[in-house]
């Protein structure tokens, strides 16, 4: 099974997917509507892919002009997929992939000090989003204007941590996908379709 690019230089081409129930690929209608919230807040730069599966968000943003991204998954499996989407599609020099815990990966681009323009978060439901913001937060990798989305459960319930705020949020069936942006660098936006 695999799921295509959806839009930029790379758009139709297919990706291979990750076998089995452990992940859970964006649907295409989320990917699409994600990257649309983003027009406007986001126009290139570094991107992380914190829970990479099979690395579809991440090579997305690649492929609608991202200079560079660093995926993290904890699986060798998702590992060795995004590797050979990256191949593929000849995107590997614009790229680095990190094989370990998400925890660990905040912690060695903090010693990095690497800064990201956007941050993509699309974990397993049964964590707890809240957590995974404040980690985010505190690791500071997120640039001075930097996004973070986050993909969600449309029922879950999460709390924003401080030196965050959320800028637009949309529901899409039973998903839910929020845009944050450092307190600082609060963006200018009429909202729409806030949930």
């Known amino acids: 099974m695999g799921i295509r690019v959806l839009g930029g230089e790379h758009r139709s081409r297919v990706l291979k997917t990750l076998k089995g129930d452990d992940t859970r690929p964006t649907r295409s209608l989320v990917r699409e509507a994600s990257f649309n919230l983003l027009k406007g807040l986001y126009e290139g730069g570094r991107v992380l892919d914190l829970f990479a599966g099979s ?7 690649l492929s609608r002009g991202a200079q560079h991204a660093v995926f993290c998954d904890n699986s060798r499996e998702a590992a060795r997929v995004i590797h050979e989407n990256l191949g593929l599609l000849r995107l590997t020099d614009q790229s680095t992939v990190l094989q370990m815990d998400w925890k660990l990966a905040l912690k060695r681009l903090t010693t990095q000090t690497e800064r990201f323009d956007l941050v993509l978060l ?14 985010v937060r505190f690791a500071d990798i997120l640039s001075k204007q930097g996004i973070i989305l986050l993909e969600q459960a449309a ?3 999460f709390e924003c941590c401080a030196g965050l705020e959320t800028i637009k949020s949309k529901r899409y069936g039973d ?6 942006t450092r307190e600082e660098a609060s963006v200018e936006s009429d909202l729409p379709g806030q949930l």
């Open 122 to 135: 699309d974990p397993p439901y049964v964590m707890d989003a809240g957590i995974i913001l404040k980690e």
């Open 55 to 61: 690395g579809a968000l991440g090579i997305e943003a």
């Open 175 to 180: 998903t839910a996908v929020y845009l944050f």
């Open 155 to 157: 029922n879950t319930q």
